[in-house]
């Protein structure tokens, strides 16, 4: 039971968080590389942010909205 603990932290720290301890070592040299991929995660939401807004803005002039309930109210 003991090595498949083992395995799972020689996975985990020796292989998937490698590029993060990369990102670390960047940091020290520049800021803006080591945050790289944040500018894009950011420059991503606010593209598609802009195209829902920009969704809605279609939907909303195409759309014939009754406020009404029901027949017998209007």
């Not at 003991?2 to 720290?13: C, K, N, P, Y």
């Not at 800021?31 to 909303?60: D, S």
Request: glycine share 6%; charged share 20%.
């Amino acid at each position: 039971m003991r090595s498949l603990f083992e395995a799972i932290q020689w996975l985990f720290v020796d292989v998937l968080y490698k590029p993060l301890d990369w990102l670390r070592a960047l940091e020290l040299e520049t800021w803006f590389g080591a945050n790289l991929l944040n500018w894009i995660f950011m420059g991503v939401c606010v593209y598609y942010t802009w195209y829902w807004i920009r969704q809605i803005g279609i939907t909303k002039e195409t759309d014939v909205q009754d406020t009404t309930a029901h027949s017998f109210l209007g």
